[in-house]
């Protein structure tokens, strides 16, 4: 009877032992989900405001793209579509521009911040344009332009580059007079970027805008390097019936003049002037 009764207790004492550590176990495996939630959820913030800080860095550089003295968002900053937010801070120096953006995942959570120095062509995108004139009087005749076309056909539209101390500003001006402007047997693969409703080419390739463009600042002392796929030729007079593979820099002498027949340039052309060149002075170069 008595070993029975030390048997029953050594199986009561093991239940309490296999009790404790299967709760000590389920304590442990607990905490370690709870930490590995908290760890998830930490990543996903983290994720959360990444992005968000890289959304306000492509929303920056698109402003800017269309107003070169944009100061930023303000302190209300923009809240994104499915949560998270981000502010912008913008500060222009010279050339440059001093980007700060901060950002945030939903509901305040999370954290980034990002700093950035741009320099920035602003205006309508006048990178990605095959063409951009911005004078006073145009004629073309038998041109193939594979590309977008913007034509400042109106005055007032232009804002002008002036290099300064500082590196350099626009201000407003354009030339003083427009004249009729003629565009003969031109093929236009993409469109005609215009300001007053004459038709030059097709109508339906044509788009008025009202917002005014921006000249780009220039530097093409790089152009006078040799480089693969770069061509420099230091002479103007006639060139007719050539094909360039190649760009193509033409690196004249002041006042030298430049005449282009039946030339094909698939890398484009690039005419030299020197960075400090006025453009609207009395033409360098005539071509």
Same mark, same amino acid.
């Given at each position: ?9 050594? @199986? ?25 939630? $908290? ?38 900053? @923009? ?9 912008? $801070? ?52 038998? @041109? ?65 805008? $009202? ?36 760009? @193509? ?39």
């Amino acid at each position: 009877m008595r070993e029975r009764e030390t048997n029953r207790g050594s @199986v009561l004492l093991l239940t309490l032992l296999m009790t404790g550590l299967i709760s000590m176990l389920a304590m442990s495996f607990t905490s370690s989900a709870r930490l590995q939630l $908290s760890v998830g959820g930490d990543l996903r913030n983290e994720v959360h405001a990444d992005l968000a800080v890289q959304s306000g860095l492509e929303f920056a550089q698109r402003q800017l793209l269309l107003d070169p003295d944009w100061a930023g968002t303000g302190a209300d900053g @923009v809240t994104l579509p499915r949560g998270g937010h981000f502010t912008v $801070s913008a500060a222009r120096s010279g050339e440059e521009h001093l980007l700060s953006v901060d950002a945030g995942g939903p509901a305040g959570s999370g954290a980034a911040r990002v700093a950035a120095t741009l320099r920035v062509d602003g205006g309508n995108s006048t990178a990605d344009k095959a063409l951009v004139f911005m004078g006073r009087e145009l004629s073309m005749e038998n @041109v193939h332009i594979n590309g977008d076309f913007i034509l400042a056909d109106k005055l007032g539209v232009v804002m002008d580059w002036k290099h300064n101390a500082e590196g350099g500003t626009w201000v407003p001006g354009g030339p003083a007079t427009i004249e009729p402007f003629t565009l003969s047997w031109m093929t236009l693969n993409d469109t005609l970027i215009k300001y007053t409703d004459t038709v030059y080419v097709n109508g339906a390739q044509e788009q008025k805008i $009202s917002a005014k463009v921006y000249m780009p600042s220039w530097d093409l002392n790089d152009y006078l390097g040799s480089a693969p796929g770069r061509i420099v030729l230091n002479t103007g007079g006639l060139y007719e019936n050539q094909n360039f593979q190649d760009t @193509v820099v033409f690196h004249l002498a002041p006042g030298e003049q430049l005449t282009l027949r039946k030339c094909r340039f698939l890398g484009g052309i690039v005419v030299y002037c020197e960075r400090t060149a006025d453009l609207r002075a009395p033409a360098r170069n005539q071509v």
